[in-house]
């Protein structure tokens, strides 16, 4: 059973019909590569997938929690949000708050983790990051790349099954790309279920197990990505990739 | 004809003057921390429009930003009895301070807490807290630190309107210098003296409040 599954799903913001019926399965451990041109639904997918937007029509499931469109209440959306995490492109660090506290304060408080636990936990996923000695620093004293890491730590200390990446390197200077590209190629090799939008095609074809290749709301070609881009099955992504170079 | 200035009443009248700068710190301090409390709640309850106290307080604001200080005054110490509801005039004055500061301060934080960017809401979200706990652990603080300069000034502007709490007999430093003014009819000097308290008091409230700011708002270790 995958462990991401979607059906018939269904988004429209007011009688734009962004999402048309999108199937998606995800499997444990799988690492997919959503692209598309601009305003093909990818965001919009992805942040279904973890409730940021409702739906209008379809089911969304995620290691047993389900999300349907008549039954699409808080606690059930909570339930979803705690085996989905998320990196946003503009990272979204609390300012407030330490790099460390911005990775403790979630399972101190959706979790009811003890600080003590909680800090351990922050240290532990700071370290993952290559952030260990970031810990007391705060948003503003840090490099976009290690703010986007911060990020990552933040959205892995809840232990989260999937992970969706919403092109979390566009807003980096291109010299600090690789930073933010390093940390999800190592939470690839370790097995990490990954779902991702990015315009890296490089990066892309070299992680990722499915590419799925959006148009008009629609999953128009998914597949391989060494395959895909080999030999594209459809016009449309064969004029996408042509109009990448 | 030059006019004489004489401050030698002043010794004979500091331990009351002393009486009337207290008490009107003492009514700052309540009525500050109440109000802004009460701003706090009236902040989030129209932030998200809660039931029915984001309506209630709408009127709520409306009602008290729209009026005279004076008059509200007079409503809750001459009016209230009528109701069955007799306050001491200290009490009167506390709970107009507390209202009249809690409808200003209501609608600066909640211009705080809608400049919370959404990709902060989004994040907290998608981490799965709830409403209340994005409002606690996200929005509320650095919303009080944008605002804090606004809400300092306002709980100033309370402060010194808390001078006329004197014509309901409260014993603040205004009502300390009509009534020195009426014995010694040097009101030059009288007021002028008040006057420099009050300035005095107004460089202290900022001074606490810019220091709370700094200790509970920012509370960023040093490094
Ligand atoms: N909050 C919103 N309100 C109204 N329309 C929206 C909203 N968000 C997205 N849309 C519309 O939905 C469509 C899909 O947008 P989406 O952001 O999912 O595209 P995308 O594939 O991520 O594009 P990009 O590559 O530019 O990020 C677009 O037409 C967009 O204008
Ligand atoms: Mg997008």
């Known amino acids: 059973m995958p462990l991401v599954s979607t059906n018939r799903l269904h988004k429209f913001f007011g009688t734009n019909h962004v999402l048309r019926g999108i199937k998606l399965d995800v499997e444990e451990g799988e690492v997919v590569t959503i692209v598309g041109r601009s305003g093909s639904g990818k965001s919009t997918l992805l942040r279904t997938l973890n409730g940021l937007e409702s739906i209008d029509d379809g089911v969304i499931e995620v290691d047993g929690a389900t999300l349907e469109v ?25 300012p407030h708050l330490s790099a460390g506290q911005n990775v403790m304060l979630a ?11 909680a800090e351990e936990i922050a240290r532990r996923m700071l370290e993952r ?5 970031k810990f007391d620093a705060f948003p503003d004293q840090l490099s976009g790349g290690q703010q986007q890491r911060v990020a990552i730590a933040r959205a892995l200390a809840m232990s989260p099954r999937v992970l969706l990446c919403d092109e979390i390197t566009s807003a980096l200077d291109p010299e600090l790309v690789n930073e933010v590209l390093g940390v999800v190629r190592q939470l690839a ?51 996408f990739i042509g109009s990448l170079n | 004809m030059a006019y004489h200035f004489d401050f030698t009443f002043v010794p004979d009248y500091a331990g009351m003057l002393a009486q009337g700068v207290a008490y009107t710190l003492g009514l700052t301090v309540v009525g500050g921390t109440l109000g802004i409390l009460i701003g706090i709640g009236g902040a989030v309850s129209r932030t998200w429009n809660v ?15 729209n009026t005279p200080f004076l008059v509200q005054l007079f409503l809750i110490f001459f009016g209230l009895p009528s109701l069955g509801i007799k306050l001491a005039e200290w009490q009167a004055a506390i709970l107009a301070m507390v209202l009249n500061l809690g409808a200003y301060s209501t609608e600066i934080i909640r211009a705080g807490l809608q400049a919370t960017p959404r990709g902060q809401v989004e994040a907290a979200d998608s981490l799965a807290f709830t409403r209340w706990q994005v409002f606690l652990h996200v929005m509320l603080r650095p919303a009080l630190r944008k605002v804090w300069p606004a809400l300092s000034s306002q709980v100033v502007i309370t402060m010194l309107g808390s001078s006329v709490c004197s014509q309901i007999s409260a014993e603040e430093l205004t009502f300390v210098a009509n ?16 006057t420099a308290m009050y300035f005095g008091l107004a460089l202290l409230v900022r ?17």
């Open chain 1, 70 to 94: 008549d039954r699409a209440d808080a606690s059930a959306l909570r339930n979803l949000r705690q085996k989905v995490g998320m990196v946003f492109q503009q990272f979204n660090l609390f």
């Open chain 1, 189 to 239: 090799g370790e097995g990490m279920t990954l779902i991702m939008v990015t315009h890296e095609m490089r990066f892309a074809r070299e992680v990722s197990d499915k590419l799925v290749f959006m148009h008009e709301g629609k999953i128009h070609e998914s597949g391989h990505p060494q395959a895909m881009f080999a030999k594209p099955a459809t016009a449309e992504f064969a004029s």
């Open chain 1, 107 to 117: 399972p101190q408080v959706v979790k009811r983790t003890p600080k003590k636990e």
């Open chain 1, 129 to 133: 990051v290559g952030l260990a000695e």
């Open chain 2, 207 to 223: 001074q606490a409040m810019h220091a709370i700011g700094r200790h509970l708002i920012v509370r960023r270790p040093s490094r």
């Open chain 2, 51 to 65: 039931r029915p106290f984001g309506p209630l307080y709408g009127y709520y604001v409306e009602l008290f930003r």
């Open chain 2, 179 to 194: 009534f020195i003014q009426s014995r010694n009819f040097r009101a030059f000097e009288t007021y002028f003296l008040t």
